[in-house]
T-cell receptor, first 109, second 111 residues
Framework: GQSLEQPSEVTAVEGAIVQINCTYQ??????LSWYQQHDGGAPTFLSYNGLDGLEETGRFSSFLSRSDSYGYLLLQELQMKDSASYFC??????????FGTGTRLTVIP | DVKVTQSSRYLVKRTGEKVFLECVQD?????MFWYRQDPGLGLRLIYFSYDVKMKEKGDIPEGYSVSREKKERFSLILESASTNQTSMYLCARGQGDSPLHFGNGTRLTVT
């Protein structure tokens, strides 16, 4: 079967750095994506790693190691508005994106 | 601004009813998707369509069917709704390797 594992909940302090890990076991792998979802909202795309290494977009960075079947999302200079759920997702085929169960991030003052 | 529009934000239906969830995209993208989202289970793919009248089963297609008569519209059909289909349903569209753009979701309650 296929699986993506990520922590269910993370709490961090405003201004701090937090890392959300994702390990995967899938039948195919074309890349790892991260999506953010605020309560009551739609998931929105954050980042994509097709190759090993670090991708940086502003305060957010994402990392992939295909040999370890592992990636992470790094959020720096946390803000209250970063409180949301974060999903890793593996592209397993041309048209299939397999999602993890999500990590609920709570940022506290 | 990309738009994926789901016709209803909330729906309440009775067990056994036939339910239609509608989704419309404003781009000319071939690929459209239906996911359901449940607490602790993340987003699970029900069906996707890669062109008009073309469809593929996702991970959890049982109890669902889809219709895509026009490129911009992708419908999810519950032939006979059951309580275990109470969920949040999310439609999305995408093209190739581009990110998925989701609609705001339809929260369906089956009583």
């Amino acid at each position: 079967g296929q699986s993506l594992e990520q922590p269910s909940e993370v709490t961090a302090v405003e201004g701090a750095i937090v890392q959300i890990n994702c390990t995967y076991q899938t039948s195919g792998f074309y890349g790892l994506s991260w999506y953010q979802q605020h309560d009551g909202g739609a998931p929105t795309f954050l980042s994509y790693n097709g190759l090993d290494g670090l991708e940086e977009t502003g305060r957010f960075s994402s990392f992939l190691s295909r040999s370890d079947s592992y990636g992470y999302l790094l959020l720096q200079e946390l803000q209250m508005k970063d409180s949301a759920s974060y999903f890793c997702a593996v592209r397993t085929g041309a048209n299939n994106l397999f999602f993890g169960t999500g990590t609920r991030l709570t940022v506290i003052p | 601004d990309v738009k994926v529009t789901q016709s209803s934000r909330y729906l309440v239906k009775r067990t056994g009813e036939k339910v239609f969830l509608e989704c419309v995209q404003d781009m000319d993208h071939e690929n459209m998707f239906w996911y359901r989202q449940d607490p602790g289970l993340g987003l699970r793919l029900i069906y996707f369509s890669y062109d008009v009248k073309m469809k593929e089963k996702g991970d959890i297609p049982e109890g669902y069917s889809v219709s895509r008569e026009k490129k911009e519209r992708f419908s999810l059909i519950l032939e006979s709704a059951s309580t275990n289909q109470t969920s949040m349903y999310l439609c999305a569209r995408g093209q190739g390797d581009s990110p998925l753009h989701f609609g705001n979701g339809t929260r369906l309650t089956v009583t």
